[in-house]
């Protein structure tokens, strides 16, 4: 090796963007490794490269027992040079192989959740294949919304949610149906949520058919709903047309849970949500004719609700809620018809407690006659099961309360109907 072999190699790891040093040492290795192979070579060499004037020496060694090198010299072949050549020409291309793809690893590693724009080279049944200049994407059927075309030589954005590292260099996995794939598009379109005027709090995504965001500002004076959608609708219309016309609701975000839940729920008008923390429940309450909007197609506004506000919604029509605050959804409680030790029937109640004969329950005296025990039980068992005394005593007390509510509340006789997600 000459001068001008290194002044060779100093310009290929420029263009390539490769450490001088790292190519340098690739080959020093590499040249070692050649002499080995080489009759009686030494058991242990090293090879010393002049940066300055590309001269080449192999330096042998002899070690003790311990390790330490008792003996060096100067035991570079006549050859060498040639040998030198064809090995720098091999290690110089692997190398060139191994640090473009690290490098491109390295590029692309930090940029899980990123938006990327490439051109489609390839669809099939498993997966697209986007060009995004120096390697691939791979958007696999799982990440693809059903709807959507994937024409090739179109261009596509997606959002990386993997960049795995392999021999053949990084595999790059895209999405178009991450809720994070929304968030960046807004991200793109809104410079008041880069600048973290306006943060998004919650995102929930049915791809291909509707999205719901939640959004706040740090700034009283900047409106977050304005913001996103923009002068006469112009940003939120970007990020539709990219989503290839899905819907998108954008809420304001509050902190009262249920004041967030009514809005969630929107363009659905509700009259009143009532949180059951310990369930994790926002019972709503909406209109009789509101019910089916609440709900939305096929259960799709209440569960986007859901998932946005992170409660479990449990959408009631007022009629439903009149309805079972008249008692019309009373527990009774479980148990058994028994006869105790005297032969006569009585209830037993399955949580245990005293039994209650059926005299005291009303299936004796005068208005049973005289029917015997078999008939009595016949006609008990094909009833409503009696609670206990005490539970009578909290029902009757409970249904007085409520039918005074229900004449004050009932606006109609329309069907009840219920909707959850």
């Not at 090879?47 to 003790?64: F, K, R, S």
């Not at 007390?397 to 219920?418: C, L, Q, Y």
Request: charged share 30%; with cysteine.
């Amino acid at each position: 090796m000459n001068r001008d072999m290194m002044d060779a190699l100093r310009e290929i790891a420029l263009e390539r963007g490769i450490s001088e040093d790292i190519m340098l040492e690739a080959l020093a290795n590499a040249l070692v490794t050649a002499y080995k192979r080489m009759p009686e070579a030494a058991e242990e060499a090293l090879v010393e490269i002049d940066t300055e004037t590309g001269e080449i020496h192999v330096i042998a060694q002899e070690l003790d027992e311990d390790g330490h090198v008792v003996r060096e010299w100067d035991d570079t072949p006549t050859d060498f040079g040639r040998i030198a050549a064809q090995t720098a020409k091999q290690v110089i291309l692997q190398r060139i192989r191994e640090a473009e793809r690290e490098m491109k690893y390295e590029e692309y590693a930090g940029r899980e959740g990123d938006i990327v724009t490439g051109i489609i080279q390839q669809t099939d049944q498993r997966y697209t294949l986007l060009d995004l200049g120096k390697v691939e994407a791979l958007l696999p059927q799982a990440e693809q919304v059903q709807n959507e075309r994937y024409d090739h030589g179109s261009r596509l954005k997606a959002y990386i949610v993997e960049v795995r590292k392999t021999a053949k260099g990084p595999q790059i996995v895209v999405s178009r149906t991450h809720p994070g794939f929304v968030k960046r598009l807004f991200e793109l379109e809104v410079p008041e949520i880069l600048d973290g005027v306006v943060e998004l709090k919650a995102v929930a995504r049915e791809p291909g058919h509707r999205t719901k965001i939640a959004v706040a500002s740090n700034d009283p004076n900047v409106d977050p709903v304005g913001a996103c959608v923009g002068a006469r609708g112009a940003r939120v219309r970007m990020v539709v047309n990219e989503m290839h016309s899905e819907k998108v609701d954008i809420v304001p975000y509050v902190e009262d849970q249920a004041e967030f839940v009514t809005r969630a729920l929107a363009p659905a008008k509700v009259k009143e949500v009532r949180l059951h923390e310990d369930t994790g429940t926002a019972e709503v309450i909406v209109p009789d004719f509101q019910l089916s909007l609440a709900i939305g197609k096929e259960g799709q506004n209440a569960r986007l609700a859901a998932r946005l506000t992170g409660w479990r919604v449990d959408i009631k029509s007022e009629s439903q809620l009149a309805e079972e605050e008249a008692g019309g959804s009373v527990d009774y409680a479980e148990g058994d018809w028994v006869q105790d030790g005297t032969g006569e029937l009585v209830w037993q109640p399955a949580e245990g407690g005293d039994s209650i004969s059926a005299a005291a329950a009303g299936y004796a005296g005068a208005e049973m006659g005289d029917a015997s025990p078999e008939e009595v039980a016949e006609e008990a068992v094909s009833a409503e099961a009696p609670v206990t005394e005490s539970e009578v005593e909290t029902k009757a007390e409970s249904e007085a309360e409520t039918t005074a509510e229900v004449v004050t509340n009932e606006d109609g006789d329309a069907e009840p109907a219920e909707g959850e997600a």
